[in-house]
């Protein structure tokens, strides 16, 4: 099945810096690859999402890419703020989701 | 938030007792799912369900069951097979299973003493 491995771990970043997370994939076969944020004690919501067929995708500040011959996407968050300060979790799917780890990002004003 | 709910917020159970977890949507959604998410570990899916009457086992069902009579409801029993039950569960849907946004519950926190 697929698995899916996110990095870093923890990231921290001042205000207005800019935050990248990498995800890497194994299965091949995984055409839809979206991105999570889960803000402390809520429910994961979608933030964006790119389908195989496409190199990179953006909305506002947040923009995604994907690399299919090496297998790894990675989310860009730029000018970020204190309120992007939250967990961010990639997933991959061929017929179902897989998670990554997790991101714990830290926006210090 | 409403389209997907998730009761209770908190469970407490005893050990070597059966509990189980409550899920229904009002999206339409086909496929409905059920994540285990414990620190550190991100979201590992338990069941899946893509359409009624019919679910698949995750990467971690041992000592969970679930049942899919309904295509609102996918509820989650976790047994008194599951070593480790405590753990916060989301449950979530999607319109279909391949390759669309899975929209989360609030989630279920089971603390098992």
């Known amino acids: 099945g697929e698995n899916v491995e996110q990095h870093p771990s923890t990231l921290s970043v001042q205000e207005g810096d800019s935050a990248v997370i990498k995800c890497t994939y194994s299965?091949?076969?995984?055409?839809?690859f979206p991105w999570y944020k889960q803000e402390l004690g809520k429910r994961p919501q979608l933030i964006i999402d790119?389908?195989?067929?496409?190199g990179e995708k953006k909305d506002q500040r947040i923009a995604v890419t994907l690399n299919k011959t090496a297998k790894h996407f990675s989310l860009h968050i730029t000018e970020t703020q204190p309120e992007d300060s939250a967990v961010y979790f990639c997933?991959?799917?061929?017929?179902?989701?897989?998670f990554g780890a997790g991101t714990r990002l830290t926006v210090k004003p | 938030d409403g389209g997907i709910t998730q009761s209770p917020k908190y469970l407490f159970r005893k050990e070597g007792q059966n509990v189980t977890l409550s899920c229904e949507q009002n999206?339409?959604?086909?496929?409905m799912y059920w994540y285990r998410q414990d620190p550190g570990q991100g979201l590992r899916l338990i069941y899946y369900?893509?359409?009624?009457?019919?679910?698949q086992k995750g990467d971690i069902a041992e000592g969970y069951s679930v049942s899919r009579e309904k295509k609102e409801s996918f509820p989650l029993t976790v047994t008194s097979a599951q070593k480790n039950p405590t753990a916060f569960y989301l449950c979530?849907?999607?319109?279909?299973?391949?390759?669309?946004?899975?929209?989360f519950g609030p989630g279920t926190r089971l603390t098992v003493t």
């Open positions: 299965d091949s076969a995984s055409n839809y």
């Open positions: 999206l339409n959604h086909d496929a």
């Open positions: 790119i389908r195989s067929n496409v």
């Open positions: 369900s893509q359409i009624v009457n019919d679910f």
């Open positions: 979530a849907s999607s319109i279909a299973s391949y390759s669309y946004e899975q929209y």
């Open positions: 997933a991959a799917s061929p017929n179902d989701m897989r």
